[in-house]
């Protein structure tokens, strides 16, 4: 996996695609051009950082339709749509479907490269959250079904002689576990155990 970021540009117009990647390459972005949404589909990989700059209307597959499809996927570069005049109503619905800009052609290098550093950003902090998200994930993955229980119940703000009580074992039970389910996740004190579960469910909400 590379950990510089793309800027993927699909245009099915050979002379717009070239001087965008002429652009980018201009303020070291790397570049990657696609002629259609089918040519970047056979060559996406969500793990590789970037952000999509995209032509709404093209050959075969659309912008819109190239989106949609996207919007499937856990993990996906921003996108940045381009559009000639008569395209404005569907670049503003790409833009309502999660799209960071859209600007008319022609448009103005600096706002181009504006709306990308700009998206570039935004994909480096999803990519930040999920392998936090990630990294909570694999330490929950090693609690066992009972520690898990005795997790929810930490969460709930029960005290020990409570979780003891609601589950029908010992308190010292319930601390024993307890000690566990602090190590596995990797939390010194009960205020940073809520922080890692506050966090894990945040991001979580943030991906519904």
């Known amino acids: 996996m590379t950990t510089d970021p793309n800027v993927f540009i699909v245009d099915d117009d050979d002379e717009v695609r070239a001087a965008i990647a002429l652009l980018m390459e201009s303020v070291g ?4 051009s696609y002629d259609s949404a089918q040519a970047f589909l056979e060559d996406f990989d969500p793990q590789r950082p970037g952000c999509l700059v995209l032509d709404v209307r093209m050959r075969g ?13 856990p993990l996906y570069p921003p996108i940045v749509i381009i559009t000639g005049h008569g395209d404005v109503p569907m ?10 800009d859209f600007l008319e052609k022609p448009f103005n290098d600096q706002a181009l490269l504006d709306a990308v550093h700009q998206a570039l950003s935004v994909d480096e902090h999803r990519r930040g959250h999920a392998l936090q998200r990630a990294e909570i994930n694999r330490r929950l993955d090693r609690l066992t079904p009972r520690e898990r229980e005795i997790l929810d119940q930490i969460i709930a703000g029960k005290r020990n002689k409570v979780i003891a009580y609601d589950l029908g074992i010992s308190q010292s039970t319930v601390e024993a576990h307890r000690a566990k389910v602090m190590d596995k996740l990797g939390a010194s ?7 890692l579960m506050f966090k894990h469910t945040k991001s979580d909400q943030e991906n519904v």
């Open 61 to 73: 597959m659309s912008g819109l339709e190239l989106q949609s499809h996207l919007a499937q996927q």
């Open 91 to 100: 670049a503003v619905r790409a833009v309502q479907a999660g799209a960071i």
């Open 189 to 195: 004190s009960l205020s940073e155990l809520m922080r």
């Open 29 to 32: 972005l790397d570049v990657r």
